[in-house]
């Protein structure tokens, strides 16, 4: 009887740690952030700039970024839109871009949820748009990335670098 009430002690003495380490976990370092407004949501990996060099080091120039961290960034347009120039159905897309030292392309693919730029390659097929923004300086640094609709624009700010794409809702 004694082995079995030590027993049963030693049980609830482990279960009580592990629940304590459950409870001290940390922060994920790039926390899953959404934006919503009239034309639509935007869901994305915020990572902080953390004293890094952020593009072309590590966001490299001409290379597609799934444009955020962990899974792809993905917008939800609540009507059909006309993005940059290009007709979008309402709908859920993933955002992947080409940053430029003084232009990006910006990309939506008719799959959202990827996985990163590894399994972008093996859906550019469903691409539906590829719109060219100018990269505008920013006065001050911008320590998370930020991706969100300011008015009718579609944008992106991240470090010292800002692009944006006009939306227009149809």
Do not use: H
């Not at 899953?32 to 080091?57: A, D, H, L, M």
């Amino acid at each position: 009887m004694r082995k079995m009430a030590l027993f049963c002690t030693m049980m609830l003495l482990t279960l009580g740690v592990m629940a304590q380490q459950d409870t001290k976990k940390e922060a994920p370092k790039s926390p899953r952030v959404t934006s919503t407004s009239e034309i639509g949501e935007v869901s994305y990996g915020q990572p902080s700039k953390r004293g890094r060099v952020i593009f072309g080091e590590l966001v490299p120039y001409n290379q597609v970024w799934r444009t955020g961290a962990n899974m792809s960034t993905d917008v939800t347009f609540k009507s059909d839109v006309d993005f940059g120039g290009q007709p979008i159905k309402k709908g859920t897309y993933a955002v992947f871009t080409i940053p430029g030292e003084t232009e990006w392309t910006i990309i939506l693919n008719s799959k959202p949820g990827q996985k990163g730029a590894a399994e972008y390659e093996s859906n550019k097929s469903k691409n539906v748009a590829e719109v060219k923004a100018p990269v505008q300086r920013l006065a001050e640094v911008q320590e998370a990335l930020s991706i969100n609709f300011e008015g009718s624009d579609f944008v992106i700010k991240w470090d010292d670098v800002k692009v944006a794409v006009p939306v227009t809702v149809k």
